[in-house]
């Protein structure tokens, strides 16, 4: 038998219900934030990443998914997507738009060759947008509020907003000089990973998850205590905005983040629901002011956050979400073959009409019939038979009363149009009295 490969999974129809449901979550809450989606291949060429994740960041050391393609290209599966994103607006010159900052999302599978764990695996899925094109402290804040009102649409709750900053590009080079100068003494007590890391970027020793709670990096130099004025400035003005919008947050002077290209503004949101394991992060971001000039294209300030799809199914069923029960608005009985074709017919056209309708394809007896619909929960039974055929009419039977009625063919959309919108809205069915929008 073959099976599927370590570190991918099968999305079965069940667990499917709730990916969809994260997934409306994302268009909804992105047209209302007036972001635009934005589609990029899934693979793209090695440099890519290198230059634009960064040669020193363990996804690129470690963890991609690379390979020579028959045209002797170095080719990399995706392992995050902002680079992807950036490549595109500067490839296909959208920062030419008036209306800056240019704001889309992306959806999508990424890959990364790590050990696979609870809601991490080798092929993963992200949601994430960006706000590309402004400096703005604005910005930094409605990504925020973006990401804050994303988590609180999928009620998953006691979620915590933490905040950072690295300050400008100058500031954080500075920070580095000074943080690899401290860690110098103390590297003998570090990990082997941080080891290496704090001479080629000893930011990456801050976000080490073996040392996280060593002293050495516990009592380091944090980079709030070393940002230039504009820097600060820049950050205070991000928090008045939060407090503006009443986001809650908690300023954590050691997060850093575990991409190369931030700078400024860093953030996470956190959550304490059980399911997620060890690990509380449910996304994060930050900016990026630097990225685009590094991939050759021009001055793009961008602000970005992404969210690990797995994380946030981990957590919207740790938090007890409920979906809607499955219902079909129909189910066709025929009884007999002559009656085949013909509610075959009937069944089309509902469906054309935009109904949830489903049928025996072996035409078995009407008891056995019934038990089989019983299974796609329907709302009504269309039965249908010789005698109906030829008087071209059909059985409309309510599967939760029991009520039936004979309506003709060509009025059965309409009746049954009808019906439904009064389950939905749980009114009479006397529509011309009824106060919902049907």
């Not at 925020?144 to 500031?171: Q, R």
């Not at 049954?416 to 389950?423: D, E, G, N, S, T």
Request: glycine share 6%; charged share 30%.
């Amino acid at each position: 038998m073959i099976t599927k490969i370590k570190g991918t999974q099968d999305i079965l129809p069940e667990e499917a219900r709730f990916w969809q449901e994260i997934e409306s979550k994302i268009r909804l809450v992105s047209k209302i934030y007036n972001f635009q989606e934005l589609r990029t291949p899934i693979f793209e060429a090695t440099e890519l990443f290198h230059r634009g994740v960064g040669d020193t960041s363990d996804i690129v050391k470690k963890e991609t998914y690379d390979f020579q393609d028959r045209g002797d290209r170095m080719i990399t599966l995706r392992p995050e997507g902002t680079a992807p994103i950036i490549r595109s607006v500067i490839e296909n010159k959208l920062y030419a738009t008036p209306k800056l900052p240019l704001k889309v999302y992306y959806q999508g599978p990424m890959f990364r060759y790590e050990r696979p764990q609870k809601g991490r695996q080798r092929q993963f899925h992200q949601f994430g947008a960006e706000a590309i094109g402004s400096d703005s402290p604005l910005v930094d804040a409605e990504m925020i509020a973006y990401a804050a009102t994303f988590i609180a649409s999928l009620g998953i709750a006691n979620v915590k907003v933490k905040l950072n900053s690295l300050g400008d590009l100058s500031t954080k080079e500075a920070y580095k000089d000074k943080l690899r100068d401290y860690l110098e003494d103390h590297v003998s007590s570090l990990c082997p990973d941080c080891n290496r890391r704090y001479k080629e970027n000893p930011l990456r020793v801050l976000d080490c998850k073996v040392d996280k709670d060593n002293p050495v990096l516990i009592d380091a130099p944090k980079p709030l205590d070393h940002l230039s004025e504009a820097a600060k400035a820049h950050f205070d003005q991000v928090c008045k905005y939060l407090e503006a919008m009443q986001i809650d947050y908690s300023i954590d002077p050691t997060l850093v983040r575990g991409l190369d290209y931030y700078t400024h503004t860093v953030f996470e949101l956190d959550s304490d629901i059980e399911t997620l394991g060890a690990q509380s992060t449910l996304g994060g971001g930050g900016r990026y002011n630097g990225l685009s000039s590094q991939l050759e294209g021009p001055e793009l300030p961008a602000v970005g956050f992404a969210f690990g799809m797995e994380r946030l199914l981990l957590a919207l069923q740790g938090s007890g979400y409920k979906l809607e029960e499955e219902h079909i608005h129909a189910f066709m009985i025929a009884l007999g073959d002559e009656c085949k074709a013909e509610s075959l017919a009937i069944v089309d056209l509902l469906r054309h009409g935009g109904l949830i309708i489903d049928y025996d394809y072996d035409v078995r007896s009407l008891k056995a019939q019934f038990k089989h619909a019983e299974r796609f929960n329907p709302w009504f039974y269309l039965i249908f038979g010789e005698a109906e055929m030829k008087a071209n009419t059909i059985n409309v039977k309510d599967a939760a009363t029991g009520e039936q009625e004979t309506v003709e063919i060509d009025k059965l959309y309409n009746v049954l149009v009808k019906k439904i919108q009064a389950r939905y809205h749980s009114c009479s069915g006397n529509c011309e009295n009824c106060e919902e929008d049907c």
